[in-house]
Each structure stands twice: as structure tokens, then as C-alpha cells.
């Protein structure tokens, strides 16, 4: 745990010294819930079934998260870890290299959690963000969307040859996923055809999820979105042992 530990520390301090990725993590998503907040308010609408925009968009806003994180922060980390030797001389310590991925993960998975609740605070401290779920099932919700995409983060860092690849299939990737899924644009003005377009996205269940748990939905409600994100997770777990390379 001490070797865990302090090898997480180094990550984070890793993490930390990339700009681009802590603006997309930690600031990103409350820059956009402020931007709309302030040109919609948190008026009570009927669109939304009464809540206000702000009170759909903070949980929507949880799914952009993770997509930044999962299809552009890890593809690129990893791959760039991959492509300067990190990885590599990782593996010819001592340490076991699975505790090097889990460190990986856990750090990842903090970050994410950090940039939620800074989300969280500016929607509850500048908007009176309405909430009427469970914490512990919004974070079970949460882990289960979050680490269903880190997977697809990593073997996308496994197939791409080069950290900048990795970054422009993890961008080609990301973006649609943002506008189609109801993570940037709320579902419920898109329109039909869009919304069946977001059906074949796995971050639309994320945000469907989040949405439905934040409102105080029951979790047998949602067993699409559990289903999906569970196959995706299974799956790209699978797809990532096979892909995942040292050097």
C-alpha cells in the first residue's frame, strides 16, 4: 500500500504539470455550467419537469467529465508515458506493473471526481442547484460510467502508434460525443433524429444515469443504461488488456 501510495503521488504531481488536461478536468465543465447558468438562469422549466436548466445540466455536465478525461487525458498520457520510455521503465522495477496501472487508474478516477465536485459546488453555491438523489448511488452511478470510459481510453492508447495519434482519434472521438449525448446540449432539444443518433453513444447512458440517479430515480429504472455501461466496461477492459503495450 506504501509503494501504491507513493507511486499515486507521482502520477498526480505528473497530472498536475499538464495544463491542458486540468483545464479540461477541473475547469472546463463549471466554465460551461457559469456561461449558460448566467444566459438561462435556474427557472423551474416544463421541458425539463420542472427543474431549471442549471438542475439538468450539472449531472449532464458529470458525463463531460469523464469524456474528457476518459477519451483525451488518458489516450494521451498513456500513450505519451508509452512513447518516452515511462513505461518501460516501469515495468523493469520491482514493483509489479499492475500496481502501476491501478495507481493509474486511481489517479485518473480523482481527478475526474475533483473536476465533479468543483462542478457540484458552483452549481449549488451560484445557482441553488436542486437535488433530490442519494449520494452514495450518484457516485456508485459515477464509478460505473467513469471507469467504463477509462477503458476505452486505454485501448485506444494501446491501438494508436504515437501520443499524437492517440490524441486525434481521442478528440475525433470525444467531441461528437459531446454534442450528441445530452453531455453539452440538453436531449431534449435535440432534435429526433440526433437523439437517435446518441442512442448508439455510450455517454448518453452516462448522462441518462446521472440525470435519473440525481433526480432520486430508483436504479431498477435505469437497467438500460447499467447494461450498456456494464457491456462497455467489460469490454474495454478486455480490449485494453489485449492492446495495452509497455514499449
Known sequence: MR???????????????????????????PMMLVLFGSIYGNEPVEMFGGRGTVDVSVPAYIGLIIITVGLMS?????????????????????LSPVLYLIADVAVYFLMTLLGVILLVLVGTFGYHMQFDGNWISVLAGF???ALAMFTCGYWIAGLAPTARIAQTVGMVI??????????TIPLEILPE???????????????????????????????????VLAG??????????KTFRWE
Open 193 to 227: 433524429s440526433v437523439q437517435a443518433v446518441g442512442k448508439f453513444l455510450p455517454v448518453t447512458y452516462v448522462v441518462t444515469l446521472m440525470q435519473g440517479l440525481w433526480k432520486g430515480d430508483a436504479w431498477n429504472s435505469h437497467g438500460t443504461e447499467v447494461i
Open 3 to 29: 509503494a501504491l501510495g507513493k507511486l499515486a503521488i507521482t502520477q498526480i504531481k505528473l497530472y498536475l504539470r499538464e495544463p491542458i488536461a486540468l483545464f479540461f478536468t477541473l475547469v472546463y465543465a
Open 232 to 241: 462497455v466496461l467489460l469490454a474495454g477492459v478486455v480490449l485494453a488488456a
Open 174 to 183: 470525444a467531441f461528437p460525443m459531446m454534442f450528441l449525448s445530452g453531455a
Open 74 to 94: 488518458i489516450p494521451i498520457g498513456t500513450a505519451s508515458s508509452r512513447e518516452s520510455g515511462v513505461l518501460r521503465r516501469f515495468r523493469v522495477t520491482p
Open 143 to 145: 464509478s460505473l460510467g
